[in-house]
Each structure stands twice: as C-alpha cells, then as structure tokens.
C-alpha cells in the first residue's frame, strides 16, 4: 500500500504545491481524499493513474478539497471510462456533485454514484472499512480513518513442523484459516497461528484544529497524515481559521500513538517548509513534511 501525496499545499495552490488531494493506492484500485484543482493534472506527473480511482473521499467543501472532480471526471469520461465512481462527503455531498456535474454540455457515460456520511459512521467495503470522523474546523468537516482487514496471526513453522505438516499447500491451507488433516489427525489454524493482527490503519485529518475525536480514531494508526498549515508563531491565526500548526499535529502524532506522521496542507507562506518539519520533530521526531509527488510506502506494524 502506498500514499502518493499529489496536492501537499493549504488553501490555494503555490508554484510548489497544489491544493489537496492524496492517493492511496491498495491492490486493485486507489482511493482518492480530497481532490483539489489541478488533481488530474498531479496524478498525470505521478506514478499512479486517475483512471484507477474507484472511491473519492471529499472532507470538507472548501473550495481546495473539492473543486478537481468535475474536471477529473470530465477526463476519465473523455478516455472512455466505463466503471462507476463512488463520492462519499459530508452532508450537502448529493447537491454539490449534482451541480458540478450539471456544468457546461457535460455528461458522465459511466455512473457517478454519491454517498452522504455523518460524523461517526463507518462505512464498509469487503477488504476494509472508513470510518468519518468529525474534526474542528471553521466550517463543518470529516476526517477519514481506514482500516483494513485483521490480518491472520503469524505462522509458527516450528509448530506446524512439530506437528508433521509438510511444507507446501498445507502450510498455505493453514495460514488462510484451512483446517488441514495430517495422517490420522487434524490440525486446526489456531495451533499453528498466533493472535490475529490488526490490518492496515491511515487516518486523514483534513483541515482541522488539533482534535480530540481525530485522536480516539486514529489510535494506534500505522500512519497519520495531518495537516500543518502554519508554523507555531502563527498559532493564534490557526486557531481562528481552523488549522492546526505543525506543532498541533505532532501532539495529535503523539497522543494517538501513531506509528508515522505525515504533515500536509502546508500555507503558500512557506517557499522553505523546513521550520515546520523541525518544529513538529521536536515533539514526533519521525514527523515528515510531504512534498507534491512524493509517494511512500505504508508499512503495517508486527
Ligand atoms: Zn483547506
Ligand atoms: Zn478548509
């Protein structure tokens, strides 16, 4: 699994960073959160392709998280798209995309289906689920968290050998959950497997002040990507527009136990966005401030 950060800047877009939108790229499809203007264009220079994109997640409708889809959409039309798009947003989701798509002679040939979902509600896909998590911003908005499939626990060979399977398709039997018969015996995945582990976990921010709620949901995640739209001595603006400094979000880092941190929504302020990647180091010294592009593998933890 990897995140592709397309759209890393706040607000408006700056020669070095457009507006957000992040990628995360699973097996057979990627899942779009937020989608600012310009998106289609940032998934052209990356690695990933707009055309694989099956469910877009919008946080909030201030115009830089929302405004890249009729454009995205018109494109995906326009190289003969054929597979529905799922938009899921907070309330006013169903009207917004009614009239986006109602621009200009446009009309989609494949199916654009739109979802509204309220704070504290998970919303479930067959390999993981997406909880929307209400955040602290100025106007109302979501955050996301992901969370895949437990994963089955890990395979003790010594066991398995102990108790005479042979390597090879008994083994993977095994691992999947199989009961497996050996001679006269069965040997059932509990007594080869440990605990089950817990699936993959990304939580998303999306604009918000430092957020208890976010915190809660985010618990134990393998990876935080939050926004840092300013540095510490400009906390008190932060604060009055609903942003968080990178200092605010290594605590949220900090106190969610998170396992990575990645900080975007960075002002057009900063051509050097060096002073908040220190300022949060200080408090989550594996903070990272994502640059336009850059992509980064998601490890699950043990
Ligand atoms: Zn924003
Ligand atoms: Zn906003």
Do not use: W
Request: aromatic share 8%; proline share 5%.
């Amino acid at each position: 699994m990897r995140l592709v950060f397309l759209g890393t800047g706040g607000s408006i877009p700056a020669p070095n960073r457009n507006v957000s939108a992040t990628a995360l790229q699973l097996a057979s499809e990627i899942l779009l959160f937020d989608c600012g203007e310009g998106t289609q264009r940032q998934f052209m220079m990356s690695s990933a392709s707009f055309m694989k994109v099956q469910k877009i997640f919008v946080t909030h409708f201030h115009a830089d998280h929302f405004l890249g889809i009729p454009g995205m959409i018109q494109s995906m039309n326009f190289v003969g798209r054929d597979k529905p798009l799922e938009v899921f947003g907070p309330s006013g989701m169903i009207d917004i995309m009614r009239n986006l798509l109602r621009i200009g002679y446009f009309s989609p040939g494949f199916d654009v289906h739109v979802h509204e979902v309220i704070a504290g509600e998970t919303v479930k896909f067959p390999d993981y689920s997406v909880e929307a998590v209400e955040v602290d911003h100025n106007v109302p908005a979501l955050g996301y968290v992901l969370r895949g499939e437990n994963r089955p626990g890990r395979f003790n060979l010594d066991a398995a050998r102990e108790l005479g399977v042979p390597e090879g398709p008994m083994f993977r039997a095994l691992q999947q959950g199989k009961s497996v018969r050996v001679g006269k015996k069965t040997v059932t995945p509990d007594m080869v497997l440990g605990e089950t582990r817990p699936g993959l976990k990304i939580a998303f921010s999306g604009d918000t002040r430092p957020c208890e709620r976010l915190i809660e949901a985010a618990r134990g995640a393998d990876a935080l990507v939050h926004e840092a739209t300013a540095d510490s001595s400009l906390k008190a603006r932060a604060d009055e527009f609903g942003h968080s400094t990178a200092v605010g979000a290594a605590t949220v880092a900090v106190r969610a136990r998170v396992a990575a941190l990645y900080l975007n929504h960075i002002s057009s302020r900063y051509e050097d966005s060096s002073v908040l990647e220190s300022e949060a180091r200080e408090i989550f010294p594996r903070a990272k401030v994502v640059e336009d592009l850059m992509a980064v593998t998601i490890r699950m933890r043990e």
